[in-house]
């Protein structure tokens, strides 16, 4: 895994195909202290980009055939507008991947000074939609 300038590890993971756990995708899940960035694509190319204070959930998900190749999925559900629900799909080191994700989530709220509820707040003022009959 390489390291970035401030010390802190770039973890880089490849989609994976779910017999052999090839990496013959062209899918690539770049997870650094400030943000997760997915890459799709060979000739058209969509990079996507979550930041890490915005992520309120992260799930493992293994079965059978995963186990015996040694993969892993994580479902990642975040209030980021474009990408509300995530799933990073057979990567091989995935329980390294979630704890490295786990503590770069808390380091940027830590950094950000946000709590999960700032986060999950979608009021736009009055005329949201939000009003009660009295």
Avoid: C, H
């Amino acid at each position: 895994m390489p390291v970035s300038s401030t010390g802190s590890k770039i973890y880089v993971e490849r989609k994976r195909l779910l017999f052999f756990g090839l990496p013959w995708t062209f899918t690539k899940y770049t997870l650094n202290p400030k943000k997760l960035l997915i890459n799709t694509g060979l000739l058209t190319s969509v990079e996507n980009e979550i930041l890490l204070y915005r992520v309120m959930d992260i799930t493992v998900k293994r079965t059978l055939m995963q186990k015996i190749f040694r993969l892993g999925s994580i479902k990642v559900v975040s209030s980021d507008k474009t990408s509300p629900n995530l799933e990073i799909k057979n990567i091989r080191n995935v329980t390294q991947f979630r704890e490295a994700l786990s503590e770069y989530i808390e380091e940027s709220r830590r950094q950000y000074r946000m709590r999960a509820g700032e986060i999950i707040d979608d009021y736009d003022g009055p005329g949201d939609g939000m009003e009660f009959d009295q």
